[in-house]
């Protein structure tokens, strides 16, 4: 067995080691309902748990959205565009002395069909979820995870069966958060070369 051509070079895991070197996240816009109005907060650290329909994210208990989500047990999830970089962004300004958000006024939102919350307009798909449990003790996070109580996607984005996947990608690119600190806008992709045996 052969090392690696290149060095390995260790990093102290003294401190969390994320800002070492880039890896790849999706980015999602949360949103709960909190007092007469709602909260969207902008998560990396999320994706589906699971192959039946479940969703989680990374949270902790000093932001408002666990609270609202503990409180109302609902949440919904858009994943917006790479246009919409901006308002993923406004999501997380910090709050007012009031403890208000005014930046979320420049994200235009609509009401959600199934659970009493909102959805974020120009995203490309929506999820609504009912809360099914926080999992606390990761250090300083806490494991947030719905059920999907309901789901839909721009016809733009939707798969059909008489078009081409990368075809589709080109023409509405992903929004891949590239952590720490960058994004990228994903239109070019190819078919993962699955083993002529593989199942799931
Ligand atoms: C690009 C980006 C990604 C983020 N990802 C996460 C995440 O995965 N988990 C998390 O707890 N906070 C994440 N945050 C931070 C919170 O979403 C942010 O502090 C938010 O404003 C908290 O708002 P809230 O108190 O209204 O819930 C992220 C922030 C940014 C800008």
Known sequence: ?????HGHVPVSIETPIWSRFYTIAP????????????DLAPKHMAMPLG??????????PEHATQAN????????????????????SLAAAPREEDSSKPS???IPVFPASTVDGVLVRDAYLWLECELDRVVEGFGRNTLIVGRIVAASVDERALRVSDADD???????PLLAYVSPGRFASV???????????FKL
């Open 51 to 60: 192959w039946d329909n479940y969703f989680c994210f990374v949270c902790s």
């Open 69 to 88: 989500a503990q409180r109302t047990r609902q949440f919904t999830v858009s994943f917006p565009r790479p246009e919409q970089i901006v308002e993923a």
């Open 187 to 197: 239109s070019e992709s190819f078919s993962f070369p699955y083993h002529v045996n």
């Open 104 to 106: 979320l006024a420049a």
């Open 1 to 5: 067995m052969e090392r690696p051509a």
């Open 27 to 38: 980015l999602v816009i949360v949103g709960t309902r909190e007092g007469d109005g709602h």
């Open 166 to 172: 990368a075809d589709l990608i080109r023409q509405e």
